[in-house]
């Protein structure tokens, strides 16, 4: 039985990656093994459920982030002004600020500053580039 909920697990999870983003799976590969982790030392007498749970949710989340990020910095990078995102609960806050714009490689540079409870928790700097079709679809 723990064989077959694990091959299930590991079919849902390539089916959701091959659907999304290089940023959205990346989200979810980090959001994933920590939440693993985490469920898996958290979990008491069934890690390995705890680990499954934790897995699940963390990638779910992490996605999540990395999509809102990428959506925040190009928003910030199109109109040209700082951008600001905050949870339901107003406990988590996301902010991007365009810095800068580079006429040569037709890219926009975006700072990105996330806080979980008042702390600040991740600041990045984010390259937005223009794109150029050279046929009807990229």
Do not use: H
Not at 54 to 72: C, E, P
Not at 76 to 85: C, D, K, Q
């Amino acid at each position: 039985m723990k064989k077959l909920v694990a091959l299930l697990m590991i079919c849902i999870m390539l089916t959701l990656v091959a659907c999304a983003t290089e940023s959205q799976t990346r989200g979810a590969t980090t959001g994933g093994v920590i939440g693993g982790v985490a469920g898996a030392l958290l979990g008491g007498r069934n890690p390995w459920r705890g680990g499954v749970i934790g897995a699940a949710l963390g990638a779910i989340a992490g996605a999540t982030i990395a999509d809102i990020s990428a959506q925040g910095a190009q928003e910030a990078a199109r109109a040209g002004r700082p951008v600001e995102y905050y949870t339901e609960d107003r406990r988590g806050r996301y902010y991007a600020e365009p810095e800068g714009y580079d006429p040569r490689t037709k890219c926009r540079k975006v700072r990105e500053k996330v806080w979980e409870n008042g702390r600040l928790v991740k600041e990045s700097v984010r390259e937005v580039c223009e794109g150029e079709m050279m046929e009807r679809r990229y």
